[in-house]
């Protein structure tokens, strides 16, 4: 068995504590997973799992057993645990360049959406809704953050996520087929009074300035969701799955 | 002007502090809100402000001084506001019986559905997509709970809210003329494949355990979302946007 750590000083745990900030993720190229029903995922998935730490006491799955493990003391555990109900296990994923690669299905392109949390949740909408890929903009809330990879319940691990100036990348997305749908509650055409075309890279924006005038103006249809109470907006996130599910289901039939 | 109430021991300044929970706010009958958007909405729809609280320094709108102000100073208001950016102005709004009465468009129905955000995001949802109510059920956070109204962002001010046990409710909505739909994972058919009637009242369920049997049961018909990506599940407020929308937009246009 194992040697058990049980200092909260020990040089590893505060290097694992210090994953919970952007700059060291950036810094390491590595990010934090915590539970096992995510590790599951991280494994299948083929993500670059570098080490798995667990508490004392922990059952250890086989799979778990040909990548580093460290038992460390319930202390320890809560003192890196990034969740409020620390499931006992977590592990240190590695990252790479997230450069895009030509796609086939829809894309959702998200345009310094800010909020982990709607970040998360709309890139387990687009899984959900069976798109290709999610192209993170600049501005956006980072994909490793605790919050965000808890909001996608997984979906990291399900659909390429990729990083790019949106911008530049437009240009190459026509090129490919795309058909580029940005919202704008301006001047816009109701999405559901516009033909949905086979290949669509929808756009959604920033929490309270919405998408930048230069996308807005690149893209090749702006489409915006009636109001027809008196709400003032919708939540982005909520937006998005309108649109990414009215988008999936306009062709063809599922079984 | 009005004396400035300096001590967060003062008994009122403790009572406004006591609202930010439930048992609290049901034996006043009374809960808080904060930030001037907020109460010019609740001014605007006739809610039962009790009283106004302002910190020292604060400018008042006319329509704001029939009601009863205080005025407290920085540290007071930061004592008892429930958010963590304190805007300086807050009100007390008194509320009554939230009992189902008869209604024309569609209903919003919700079962159990704990998390405050999403149950505020689901009543803004409701009201952007026009329906005429949101009836909330047994189990279902608290509606003046802060997070239930921040996330609702003033859209609890625009259409009726009731409480009811919905299983006694089906029958009455029934006699209007709804149709239920109840969402449910297993027997159930494609929300999209299913003609939408003129009334329907649509039941979203508890995050974990989804729409309880009995509703389900009672239930004119179940629909589901399909999942065409490799999530397990969407969020019960982003499934409820998607068919809030798809509901809202089934019959004519928008103009």
Redesign the interface.
């Known amino acids: 068995m194992n040697e058990i750590l049980t200092s909260s000083q020990n040089d590893r745990v505060k290097a694992w504590r210090k994953l919970s900030q952007k700059k060291h993720r950036d810094a390491e190229k590595a990010y934090w997973i915590e539970g096992a029903h995510l590790l599951e995922e991280a494994l299948q998935s083929g993500a670059d799992i570098k080490e798995i730490i667990v508490v004392e006491g922990s059952d250890l799955q086989l799979a778990w057993t040909k990548f580093p493990v460290t038992v460390v003391s319930d202390s320890v555990f809560k003192s890196i645990s990034q969740t409020p109900s620390p499931q006992g296990i977590a592990a240190v994923v590695g990252f790479g360049e997230l450069n895009y690669a030509p796609q086939q299905g829809h894309l959702l392109l998200l345009d310094a959406v800010q909020d982990p949390g709607n970040l998360g949740?709309m890139i387990?909408?687009?899984?959900?809704?069976?798109?290709s890929a999610v192209v993170l903009g600049k501005g956006c809330a980072d994909l490793y953050n605790d919050k965000t990879i808890r909001a996608t319940?997984?979906?990291l691990y399900?659909?390429p996520i990729y990083k790019a100036d949106l911008a530049a990348l437009l240009p190459e997305l026509k090129a490919e087929g795309y058909y580029t749908w940005v919202t704008d509650l301006t001047e816009s055409t109701?999405f559901?009074?516009c033909e949905v075309p086979q290949k669509v890279a929808l756009i959604m924006g920033n929490e309270g300035q919405g998408v930048s005038e230069a996308l807005i103006n690149a893209a090749d249809q702006a489409v915006k969701?009636?109001?027809?109470?008196?709400?003032?907006?919708?939540?982005v996130?909520?937006?998005a799955?309108?649109l990414v599910?009215h988008i999936?289901?306009a062709h063809g039939?599922?079984k």
């Open positions: 949740t387990r909408t687009a899984d959900a809704a069976g798109f319940q997984g979906s399900h659909l109701y559901h009074e969701i009636p109001i027809l109470g008196q709400a003032e907006s919708l939540n996130g909520i937006a799955a309108v599910y999936a289901l039939s599922i």
